[in-house]
């Protein structure tokens, strides 16, 4: 069972990045699924939510309208599309499986700067 982020990196302001997070090892259309993030010396804070199906999505005040959630459970992956990035969304992104038991993967970093 686990979740394994990727898609990281170093992005200029303005730039995109688009992140994944595959999940292994559990029926994954049955949960919901999110993005977090931890800024260095900030609280992991809440990015995006995604429905199991898909069908609902919920976005942090921050980040609504330039990041984008989404899924696809035949692949058992969940994205997060980044645009117009800021430099204040450096910080390493987690993928949560919502429900019980808690499960998160590694963490991705993702630098925006020039």
């Known amino acids: 069972v686990q979740l394994v982020e990727s898609g990281g990196g170093l992005v200029q302001p303005g730039g995109s990045l688009r992140l994944s997070c595959a999940a292994s090892g559990f029926t994954f259309s049955s949960y919901s699924m999110s993005w977090y993030r931890q800024a260095p010396g900030k609280e992991r804070e809440l990015v995006a939510v995604?429905?199991?199906?898909?069908?609902?999505?919920n976005y942090a005040d921050s980040v609504n309208g330039r990041f984008t959630i989404s899924r696809d459970n035949v692949k058992n992956t969940v994205y997060l599309q980044m645009n117009s990035l800021k430099s204040e969304d450096t910080a390493v992104y987690y993928c949560?499986?919502?429900?019980?038991?808690?499960?998160w993967g590694q963490g991705t970093q993702v630098t925006v700067s020039s």
């Open positions: 949560k499986r919502l429900g019980w038991p808690t499960l």
């Open positions: 995604i429905t199991s199906a898909g069908g609902n999505t």
